[in-house]
């Protein structure tokens, strides 16, 4: 069955950067286009990033343009999220997205 586990999450200071990893199992990874999402406390899961099974295309939410950079090794089967200049309102669960299933979330927590 398909698989998704992110990790890399942590404490950081603002300013600071951290990178995501998710390791996909299950599929045909090279097939498919994956997304990372994220949910701060209190609020809806919202699309951070968008990535396609070639790496052609990226997206990126207003919020997080500049700072992030999705990417992807299809050899590895990883998906991953290079977050630079993070801000505390970065701060939230973060998850991986693939094939209509979610992975477990990793938090990232930025402050001071």
């Known amino acids: 069955q398909v698989q998704l586990v992110e990790s890399g999450g942590g404490l950081v200071q603002p300013g600071g950067s951290l990178r995501l990893s998710c390791a996909a199992s299950g599929f045909t990874f090279s097939d498919y286009a994956m997304a990372w999402y994220r949910q701060a406390p209190g609020k809806e899961r919202e699309l951070a990033a968008t990535?396609?099974?070639?790496?052609?295309?990226?997206d990126y939410a207003d919020s997080v343009k500049g700072r992030f950079t999705i990417s992807r090794d299809n050899a590895k089967n990883t998906m991953y999220l290079q977050m630079n200049s993070l801000k505390p309102e970065d701060t939230a669960v973060y998850y991986c997205?693939?094939?209509?299933?979610w992975g477990q979330g990793t938090q990232v927590t930025v402050s001071s």
């Open positions: 997205f693939a094939k209509k299933t």
């Open positions: 990535i396609t099974a070639t790496s052609g295309s990226r």
